[in-house]
């Protein structure tokens, strides 16, 4: 069974719907505190896939997913070693990591996302939203076709919710912009209903350059967003359900944000068979 | 101490500063040329250099977007004076715990996070030379409050920004000394003036009361057998105090009350509004349940939140309560108090550790554009509003609670002071470990233990509430600010504590502190002793009552058994949770409190809690005399319509609802706005209960307090079908409709009122404002009895006055209906916008010539006398239908009308559409046109209906049914009377008069 590792504890919110989306994708769900990684209780390896649901770990003081992100960098675990490079170890053995909203903000801040030279500096930013506040909408993401990532397979254009402050990406320089559009990493772009990309507010909830939703990392193991698809495991969270009921035009579960998470799951029992 | 500054780099957007910039424009008329933020941190902690620096650019410099500034203030020639805004001494300061656990993080050493060893503050920039004196307008307008924030203004000279960072560090000299205080032979107005002096908030009666009870032989005999004085302590004196407060002991609610009414000369008396009304309508209800096999109600009244059953193996806990006052001083803080504060009523009900499922709040405002003068230490209601906003927005978002449902009310009367009203709702299984969760057994011999956050002096006396001079280094005492995240990972450990079966009872630490907590707890078995040496303060210096009165946020009471203990402290360490033994439970009849091996408070506990003499009250009534205007000749119906939608009242709330978030946990199924853009405006919130079933829960408020100047029965009864008719539009079912039913509701009743206390020349109309509420509490009874919907838990709030300079600013009185019911099944729920070309819409109920305290009224200043009145048969008929025709899947939209009567709810129905409707008033019978249009009478809807369906619905609804027209695709709304044209009148041009922007 394809084991999914949840980490919660400082203030993340989202692990119990997170939970439910890997659940209803067939997985075995795991939700615990961070500190019962560092105090050994639980062993990362022993895991196909690592989430950081989204909330306000820390509050997001200082600024956002930065206080985790340097908990994970510095802190020392019962074995000694930090976090970070139990996660690198992870990722070298082919597993899957997904961050979303405060999550996503934690791996870039950890460096994680882009990750363009393998050096884990940060190389893109979230910031303060253009609207300076923090907004609940639905909004529509455009997957990126090229981006080859298990997560994305399949999908064309997802309605998702986005729910931040603080997530206006920018890239730090025009290179990192340049490497992550060759390298296929963009992974969602906020659209119109007809799925054109736009930077238009309140399509693009935040002011993101290029209107990036998420990024996946060089391997497309890692996989980063702002907007929350475990807030749509049913049809009947979508803002118009009811008129699209009226009307015939119920969404089936690929439509919905259940899609990401069955396709992860998927992938890694395909894989799980194969090794 | 160091100090390390981070300010965002050139090229970055500073949305902050733009805002501020933009802000300060517009309201205050001032040019402050270009403005930059930045953030200080004052690092007060034994750290080299090289780490200091590592630390800075690691650990608090945000990557490539901000620079650093080390031992060194940012000072460019481009800004010429700026603003510093710190903490006061004592205010919660989350951003600096948060560095602190950063510096812990980093040097991996074992840092104490509950002293402060960094202190945060935010720095303003400015591009214009302002003068001290606009500086500080700025700050007080927009950046900080004098109760709790220390502002600094400076202005460049030759030698640059001459800034000394301030720094909040608590400093007290220990005062441990506990004082006695002889009561024997003080005059009356002695007693009187020692209730004032030390913020007792106690009557002479009440004093006089305490005095006997010392002066009782065999309450003498055992404290000279226990060493303690004769005569009480401070620490007596004021545990009294907290326990006899009007806000625990509700000594309004359950005063003696003769009631008059002059016109009718009938006289009766009430002994206690609380169980007379509210208490009685639960009983009675309670009966009627259970005449047909309903058991669902669970608990009410006796704990921190009524609780019914939800589902075969969980229940639903749910509260809802006022934080007015502390919002009038510190909209930001006493906002999110109020929320942190009714979260933890949940978290401590029964045995304790409830999943919380949402937020909702019920907001009440001056007018943000009110222009009168302000008093002294009044705030403008806009000021306040985005303060309150700020604060539920945190207090929800940060704790990861959904907010759900809300409202926002606009009355100049609430310029003095807001009504802030905050509830949740959360789930708690049944059982813990074969335990029933929802009883709150506690045995001598358990223990009692402090979990969360320390204490320090803040809110002292916020249960006796009065402003106290603030010494400079004093802790800030009146007001408290919450935080989120140490309350969230408190929750999380009482989540996890509760289902391993370590934690047999619990309580929350609100008004009077460990005072009212442990006090209130010790009942069940009848005595309790506590240390108050063991306590962990903040910082030294608290006087041993004060650490017992404290009202230190984000702390609960645990009892536990001695034999859990340590599995329970070991969880708490893994969770970072701090939590401390501080005594334990006795059969002794006594809270016996010690400092250091003494007691210090030894009082008989039945005589603390039931001692309280009963107060007395006086009621008047004579009805009002209120005529109708003359009939409004209305020659522009498009003008009236627009000005309606963009009324205050009316007009949407977007702004506001946007900022909270309403998706979190994923169970939201009718959001605050809906349809493909996602602004059509709802009535109640809908949410599943978990991700497993499509079970669901509606949550809706009722609120019309304008009704209560003609009338406040009716005011009373139409707040209570307002909430019930939202659930019933949403596709709710009424209670008790057949036997041993799963639907429940529940509902939190919330006073909020004038001082109704008749005094000559302080409060002349008492006793008519005091009648007022006598018939809310009357129209409460008989609602709730009717429809078998039972009063579960509430809150009053008696003071709602806000006098400065000889002025007194006094809210309407106000009763908010909170109520909560069962779904059955989500999916068959019902949203309120209309949804197909070519529907068929509908009136549901009987409009009657009602505009008095309408919406329409008041666009010609007139009140009137015909108020909306609640025929409850009627509603109750038409209710039964609407469930009928839901069951029978013919609803396809459903929004009920309230204010602005029907062409505003007609309105609502299309805003967010690409629909337009045709509408003809004919069939709504013989009633003046303004009526028809306009008038606010209850227990009505406007609903969609498939044209296919027209028959089996009519045949349904009879009478109940009023045919309007149908559904067009030119969003237009046309409105014809008598075949005359009224309206026509492009959806466009109306929803953008809706959303005016406040």
Not at chain 2, 52 to 59: I, N, P, Q, S, V
Not at chain 2, 942 to 964: C, G, H, T, Y
Request: aromatic share 8%; net charge negative.
């Amino acid at each position: 069974m394809v084991k999914s590792l949840i980490l919660t504890g400082f203030g993340i919110n989202c692990e119990i719907e997170m939970g439910a989306a890997y659940k209803n994708a067939g997985a075995e769900v795991t939700i615990i505190h961070f500190n019962e990684i560092i105090n050994g209780k639980y062993d990362l390896q022993d895991y196909d896939i690592l989430n950081f649901p989204g909330g306000f770990s820390f509050g997001d003081d200082i600024a956002s997913g930065k206080v985790m992100a340097n908990k994970i960098k510095y802190k020392k675990m019962a074995n000694g070693k930090t976090f970070i490079r139990e996660i690198n170890d992870f990722v070298a053995n082919g597993k899957y990591i997904m961050g979303v909203c405060n999550g996503f903000q934690i791996l870039t801040q950890l460096g994680l996302l882009p990750d363009l030279q393998g050096n884990q500096e940060p190389e893109v930013a979230l910031l303060h939203n253009d609207s300076q506040k923090y907004e609940d909408r639905w909004v529509y993401c455009k997957v990126n076709s090229v981006n080859q990532s298990p997560f994305l397979k399949g999908i064309d254009l997802l309605p998702v919710p986005v729910r931040h402050g603080e997530g206006k990406l920018v890239f730090k320089n025009d290179d990192v912009k340049e490497k992550i559009i060759a390298n296929n990493q963009i992974a969602l772009q906020y659209a119109d209903a007809e799925g054109n990309i736009t930077e238009e507010y309140p399509l693009n909830p935040n002011g993101s350059v290029m209107s990036i939703a998420g990024l996946t990392d060089t391997t497309g193991q890692i996989f980063g967003l702002m907007p929350h698809p475990e807030a749509f495991l049913s049809f009947y969270n979508h803002p118009d359900w009811a008129k699209m009921k009226r009307n015939g035009k119920e969404l089936e579960r690929g439509e919905t944000g259940q899609v990401i998470f069955d396709n992860i799951v998927k992938e890694l029992k395909v894989r799980k068979v194969k090794s | 101490m160091f100090q390390i500054q981070t300010i965002l780099r050139h090229g970055y957007k500073d949305t902050k500063a733009l805002q501020l910039q933009k802000k300060i424009k517009a309201q205050l008329g001032i040019d402050t040329g270009k403005i930059k933020t930045s953030k200080l941190y004052v690092v007060d902690y034994p750290i080299r250099q090289d780490e200091l620096k590592a630390y800075a650019e690691k650990c608090l410099q945000n990557a490539f977007t901000e620079q650093v500034f080390i031992n060194r203030f940012y000072d460019e020639a481009t800004y010429r004076s700026m603003i510093a805004v710190a903490q006061l001494p004592g205010v919660t300061d989350d951003v600096g715990m948060s560095a602190q656990m950063a510096l812990a993080d980093y040097l991996n050493r074992d840092i104490d996070w509950n002293v402060q060893h960094i202190y945060t503050q935010d720095i303003y920039y400015f591009e214009r030379d302002l003068p001290a004196d606009v500086l500080q307008e700025i700050a007080r307008a927009f950046l900080g409050n004098p109760l709790i924030h220390h502002i600094q203004t400076v202005r460049k000279t030759v030698s640059g920004f001459d800034f000394t960072p301030y720094v909040p560090k608590v400093e007290m000299t220990t005062d441990e000394k506990v004082e006695v205080i002889n009561l024997n032979g003080l005059t009356d107005d002695e007693l009187l003036a020692l209730s004032n002096e030390r913020i007792l908030a106690l009557n002479l009666e009440e004093m006089q009361t305490i005095r006997g009870y010392f002066a009782r032989p065999e309450i003498r005999a055992e404290r000279l057998a226990k060493g303690l004085p004769e005569q009480p302590t401070d620490v007596e004196l004021e545990v009294f105090a907290q326990t006899w407060s009007e806000h625990c002991k509700h000594k309004e609610f359950n005063a003696l009350i003769d009631y008059t009414d002059k016109d009718t000369g009938e006289k009766k008396q009430i002994n206690s509004l609380f169980k007379t009304y509210i208490k009685a309508s639960t009983d009675v209800v309670q009966e009627h349940l259970l005449a047909k096999d309903n058991k669902w109600l669970i608990k009410v009244f006796t704990d921190n939140a009524g609780t019914v059953r939800a589902t075969k193996d969980k229940l639903f806990v749910w509260k809802v309560e006022t934080h007015n006052s502390p919002s009038a001083l510190d909209p930001y803080g006493g906002a999110i108090t109020g929320i942190l504060g009714v979260n933890r009523d949940i978290m401590g009900t029964g045995i304790g550790g409830a999943e919380m499922l949402f937020n909702t709040n019920v907001l009440c405002f001056g007018s943000p554009d009110y222009d009168k003068k302000l008093l002294a230490g009044q705030l403008h209601p806009r000021r306040i509003m985005e303060g309150v906003v700020a604060g539920i927005e945190d207090g929800g978002n940060k704790s990861g609670i959904p907010t759900v449902n809300g409202s926002v009310v606009f009355d100049d009367r609430f310029a003095g002071k807001p009504l802030v009203f905050c509830g949740t709702g959360g789930l708690m299984p049944d059982n813990y470990q074969g335990r029933n969760s929802w009883e709150k057994p506690i045995d001598a011999g358990d223990r009692i233990l402090m979990a969360g956050g320390r204490v320090g002096k803040d809110g002292i006396h916020g249960a006796t509430f009065s402003s106290v001079e603030i010494n400079e280094k004093s802790p800030m005492s009146a007001v408290q600010i919450g935080s989120p995240i140490t309350q969230k990972k408190l929750a999380d450990f009482m989540m996890i504590a509760t289902r391993r079966g370590l934690i047999k009872s619990s309580t929350d630490n609100g008004a009077g502190g460990l005072s009212s907590s442990v006090g209130e707890l010790a009942e069940i078995p009848n005595g309790a002793v506590v240390f108050l040496d063991k306590i962990p303060l903040k910082y030294s210096g608290l006087k041993p009552w004060e650490i017992f009165v404290s009202e230190s946020q984000e702390r609960m009471t645990l009892v536990v058994e001695p034999d859990k203990e340590a599995e329970l402290l070991e969880l708490a360490e893994e969770m970072e949770v701090e939590v401390t033994d501080i005594g334990y439970f006795t059969n002794s009849g006594y809270l016996d409190v010690r400092y250091k091996d003494k007691i210090v408070n030894y009082l008989d506990l039945n005589f603390l809690h039931n001692g309280v003499p009963q107060k007395k009250m006086i009621a008047e009534w004579k009805k009002p005399d209120l005529k109708e205007p003359e009939a409004i000749d209305v020659d522009n119906y498009h003008k009236v319509l627009q000005d309606l939608m963009a009324s205050l009242n009316i007009r949407s709330r977007e702004n506001i609802i946007r900022r909270y978030d309403h998706e979190v946990k994923g169970k939201s199924i009718i959001k605050p706005l809906m349809g493909e853009r996602g602004t059509s405006p709802q009535d109640a919130g809908v949410m599943r209960i978990d991700h497993e079933s499509f079970e669901g829960i509606a949550i809706s408020n009722g609120i019309c307090p304008q009704y209560g100047d003609i009338d406040a029965y009716e005011m009373s009864a139409g707040a209570f079908d307002e909430a019930v008719r939202q659930i019933i539009a949403v596709g709710g079912e009424l209670p008790n409709m057949r036997r041993n039913d799963d639907i429940f509701w529940t509902v939190n009743d919330n006073f909020s009122v004038p001082d109704s206390f008749y005094h000559p020349e302080n409060n002349p109309d008492g006793k008519e404002k005091l009648a007022k509420l006598v018939q809310m509490n009357e129209a409460l009874y008989d609602m709730a009895t009717f429809f078998d919907i039972p009063m579960t838990s509430g809150k009053d709030s008696m003071k709602n006055d806000f006098k400065r300079e000889g002025v007194k600013i006094s809210v309407p009185p106000t009763i908010v209906y909170s109520m909560v019911a069962k779904i059955r099944d989500v999916r068959r729920t019902l949203t309120s916008d209309f949804k197909a070309e070519g529907d068929l819409i509908y009136q549901v109920g009987k409009t009657y010539d009602e505009l008095g305290a309408s919406e329409f009224y008041k666009l010609f200043d007139e009140l009137g006398a015909n108020v909306p009145k609640v025929r409850k048969q009627e509603a109750k008929d038409t209710y039964l239908k609407m469930m009928q025709a839901n069951k029978e899947n013919l609803l396809v939209s459903a929004h009920d009308i309230s204010n602005g009567g029907m062409a505003v709810a007609l309105s609502e129905c299309l805003i967010g559409t690409d629909f337009g409707a045709d509408i003809s008033l004919d069939e709504l019978g013989d009633l003046p046109l303004n009526a028809k249009l306009f008038s606010e009478s209850h227990s009505r809807f406007v609903v969609s209906v498939a044209p296919e369906n027209r028959e089996k619905f009519e045949e349904i609804m009879q009478d109940k049914a009023i045919f309007l027209g149908k559904v067009t695709g030119d969003k237009r709304l046309k409105v014809v009377d008598n075949r005359e044209g009224i309206i026509d009148e492009g959806i466009e041009e109306l929803e953008n008069k809706w959303k005016t922007k406040f």
